[in-house]
């Protein structure tokens, strides 16, 4: 059964320094990732996705993530954050279903605070 | 482009009341999915819709839970003689098939709080 682990529940960084979130995934084949970010009273909005190719990809506002097989990871990467930044962070590995749908299974999340 | 809807956006009711959800998809999607999140965890995976077709339910969906997509537009959510363990944030999203990315566009969610 595929699943994702994402280990830090809670992290806190300074508005400007870099950041990075961990996340490790099960899934039999090759998986299908992505990060999505969730902030108080919105829906989940897509930062980025990987499916075949490069291994680096980059998604919408500034973020961008390392697909590593070896290491069953995806972990989300900003350069240099900014407070509104602030949220919550969760990763998924898509499997396929009938007819060619696509499940996602969740992480736990991750709530970022940024300190200004 | 509109995105996905749901209505209501909070619902409260007392333990052994019916409740309805609706989502209305992007308009032009023909891959529905429904997913439950409790506090502190991830959204997880109950029923997916391709048209009007009931594809797929997940374990999580006990017989007190229906949904439907009657004209494979939008979709219903009812569940019957709620309980307090059905407190929790009801998210709809929608994908388009043949799209190669297959991304899920989720709406803002319906909050179920059972008292």
């Known amino acids: 059964a595929q699943s994702v682990t994402q280990p830090d529940i809670h992290i806190t960084v300074s508005e400007g320094a870099s950041l990075e979130l961990r996340c490790n995934y099960s899934y039999g084949a090759t998986p299908y990732l992505f990060w999505y970010v969730q902030s108080p009273g919105q829906g989940l909005q897509l930062l980025l996705k990987y499916f075949s190719g490069d291994t680096l990809v980059q998604g919408i506002k500034g973020f961008e993530a390392e697909f590593k097989r070896s290491q069953s990871s995806f972990n989300l990467r900003k350069p240099s954050v900014h407070w509104s930044d602030a949220a919550e962070y969760f990763c998924?590995?898509?499997?396929?279903?009938?007819?060619?749908?696509?499940?996602?299974?969740f992480g736990t999340g991750t709530q970022l605070k940024v300190e200004l | 482009d509109t995105g996905v809807s749901q209505d209501p956006r909070h619902k409260i009711t007392k333990r052994g009341q019916n409740v309805t959800f609706r989502c209305d998809p992007i308009s032009e999607h023909n891959r529905l999915y429904w997913y439950r999140q409790t506090l502190g965890q991830g959204p997880e995976f109950l029923t997916y819709?391709?048209?009007?077709?009931?594809?797929?339910k997940s374990r999580l969906l006990s017989d007190r839970f229906s949904a439907e997509r009657p004209k494979g537009s939008f979709s219903t959510l009812e569940i019957q003689r709620t309980e307090q363990g059905d407190s929790a944030m009801y998210l709809c999203?929608?994908?388009?098939?043949?799209?190669?990315?297959?991304?899920?566009?989720f709406g803002p969610g319906t909050r179920l709080t059972v008292l």
């Open positions: 819709f391709q048209n009007e077709a009931q594809l797929e």
């Open positions: 999203a929608s994908s388009l098939k043949g799209a190669d990315t297959n991304e899920q566009f």
């Open positions: 998924a590995v898509g499997g396929s279903l009938t007819g060619g749908g696509n499940k996602l299974t």
